[in-house]
């Protein structure tokens, strides 16, 4: 189902043509890379079998002039638009006043009103080349696909990326750990458990990685079993996820400022800082507390940068007001060693209790619920640890995808749900994979848009994919109990872009969502949704609708304007409801 587009310019009519071949695809085995066993299997000249002319034109509209999408399909955006993010948008957030650069909200999520976006599509770079398949993709990526070459020049020195001919090399390292990820993960492993393990033996499940950079760490995590969910600002640095995404890494555009995470309370064994350029002890620690709001009890704060080693400058200051915030918060420090301290967060109920009393110490009001954090100021507070007896013991992975999580009985979900739903995405996983018709490492990057309770990323679990669970902020909070179950993922609102870039997913999944965005008052169409759809999933990628049948006929009315390949399928449906699935795959096309 492959094509290729291009657009040629009549510069004499100002009309824009758009070409599309219909392509038999052919691959050639092109040697293996620099010494390594693996082989990339590079795309041949494309031979046509046949043409279309297609009327779509290369013009910037904006959603306030285009009422609905135009019959003879969705115009292509102008090519430097190429990788634009739109709530990271640095022309439109040069135009917002009262910003607090102190507190990076200049970083923040910052999206322009819906009719000032472009409603257009957002074309690849010319010389875009489908991705580079995982396992290979996590030391090699194609140049072209993310043609920036800052963080080379500044970071090559630590080992984060180099170039190699056409490609991007990613040798492991960090900023911290030039030498390689894999000797620094063994050496936070011996510091934990005073040489007696490895991380996972210190019960790390997730981590958070604050100020990611291209993700290495992350990367060489997952041999551990080890699943991270790794951000980064868009800023000086500005490629670091696009890099990270590229990679078959999964990483998000985020930052720590005058905003709480989109991730629940009490979700991840360890938050990870690598010269992350955060100043954690300003503003009255209030990072620091909301670090200490992701963490589980018995959770880790790992830190590899200056103020834990260097004596010069305005480091040992910086220590000492670290050292009086953490212990203000009842942390413990177990381990100072070479460039890195690590925390110990006991969850001391009882300690945090008294700290209050000793006005060492501000407990959030009862009322704060910690769990829904999206578009949540930051609070200068520290939530309380629950009772022992209420905290959930979870198993290690894989036994934890299974396990029932307590926290969705706060929601009137029952333990029998959980199961018939678990049961329900192991068969519809392995039916969607034959319809797709895709082999297994065709797909790496996987986002589901609604995700409900996480079965269709734990039926995932054994694929080589990552996915990115998403529950929307007016649905049922069961991102708590995803993470529960050993899973990542975010709170987003589709009526918004999300903040990632452009071609960053390979299959995109939206189970009942458009039925819950249906009449909700916010503003947006399906039209919306979807093109935000087609900005994020990568040429070819493909993008899975299962809902009411209303919605399948609009959406499979519309896939061919945005310059998708659509199928209808009937199949099982929930609480045998009759839904339709609708499977799009979106075509390779490029703007010359």
């Known amino acids: 189902m492959g094509f290729s587009l291009s657009s040629i310019l009549d510069v004499q009519s100002g009309k824009v043509v758009v070409l599309a071949f219909i392509l038999m695809i052919a691959t050639f085995f092109a040697g293996t890379l620099f010494g390594t066993k693996h082989a990339i299997y590079m795309q041949a000249p494309l031979v046509s079998t046949g043409k279309q002319w297609l009327s779509n034109k290369v013009v910037l509209n904006f959603r306030a002039d285009v009422r609905k999408t135009p019959v003879e399909g969705m115009n292509v955006c102008p090519l430097n638009y190429t990788e ?6 640095l022309k439109y957030i040069s135009t917002l006043k009262n910003l607090n650069y102190s507190r990076r909200e200049n970083f923040e999520r910052n999206c322009p009103p819906l009719e000032e976006q472009p409603f257009c599509l957002i074309p690849p770079p010319k ?13 090699y990526v194609w140049r072209s696909n993310v043609n920036h070459s800052h963080l080379a020049e500044v970071k090559g020195g630590q080992n984060w990326v180099h170039e190699q001919g056409k490609l991007w090399w990613f040798p492991g390292g960090g900023t911290h750990f030039k030498h390689g990820a894999s000797e620094y993960i063994h050496r936070l492993g011996n510091m934990i458990t005073n040489g007696t393990g490895d991380l996972r033996a210190a019960g790390v499940v997730q981590v958070l990685d604050v100020g990611c950079g291209v993700a290495s760490f992350s990367a060489y995590l997952l041999p551990l079993g080890i699943q991270t969910m790794s951000f980064a600002p868009k800023d000086g640095h500005e490629n670091q996820i696009q890099f990270a995404l590229e990679r078959g890494i999964g990483a998000m555009i985020a930052v720590l400022g005058t905003t709480q ?3 629940p309370s009490n979700s991840f064994e360890m938050v990870h800082c690598s010269r992350c350029r955060v100043d954690w002890h300003e503003n009255d620690g209030i990072l620091l507390k909301e670090v200490d709001r992701l963490l589980r009890a018995s959770g880790y704060f790992v830190y590899s940068a200056p103020p834990a080693y260097r004596k010069d400058k305005d480091y040992p200051h910086q220590w000492e007001k670290l050292m009086n915030l953490t212990a203000s918060m009842c942390w413990n420090i177990i381990a100072r060693q070479v460039q890195t301290a690590i925390w110990f967060k006991p969850g001391d109920r009882a300690c945090q209790l ?11 009001d009862q009322a704060h619920d910690p769990e829904q954090s999206w578009k949540k100021p930051l609070q200068n507070c520290l939530t309380l640890s629950p009772e022992a007896e209420n905290i959930q013991q979870l198993p290690p992975l894989p036994e934890r995808l299974s396990i029932f999580p307590k926290r969705l009985e706060k929601i009137g979900i ?12 192991q068969r519809q996983v392995s039916e969607y994979w034959k319809l797709m018709n895709v082999s297994k490492d065709d797909i790496r990057n996987v986002m589901d848009m609604n995700s409900f309770y996480g079965g269709f990323a734990a039926a995932l679990s ?8 998403i529950i929307p902020p007016s649905s049922r909070n069961t991102l ?10 975010s709170f987003h609102d589709w009526c918004e872009p999300f903040s990632t870039y452009p071609r960053t997913y390979d299959l995109i999944h939206a189970f009942r969502l458009f039925s819950h965005y249906r009449g909700n008052g916010r503003g947006c169409q399906i039209e919306d949704i979807i093109l935000e759809v087609d900005r994020i999933l990568r040429p070819l990628g493909f993008f899975i609708i299962r809902d009411g049948k209303t919605i399948i006929s609009e959406v499979a009315d519309i896939a061919p304007m945005f310059l998708w390949d659509a199928k209808v399928y009937n199949l099982e449906g929930v609480g045998n409801q009759g839904e339709q699935l609708l499977i799009c795959q979106k075509k390779f096309w490029i703007t010359v």
Request: proline fraction near 10%.
């Open 261 to 263: 995470l989109p991730y």
């Open 480 to 489: 708590p109990a995803i993470y529960d179950r050993g899973l990542i993922g």
């Open 84 to 89: 634009y993010v739109p709530c990271h948008d």
């Open 462 to 469: 054994t694929k080589p994919v990552w996915v990115m669970n």
């Open 127 to 139: 010389e875009y080349k489908i991705p580079i398949k995982w396992p290979i993709s996590k030391d």
């Open 354 to 364: 008294e700290k209050e009393k000793s006005k060492s110490l501000v407990l959030c």
């Open 414 to 425: 029952t333990a029998e749900n959980f199961s018939a739903d678990t049961a329900f995405w």
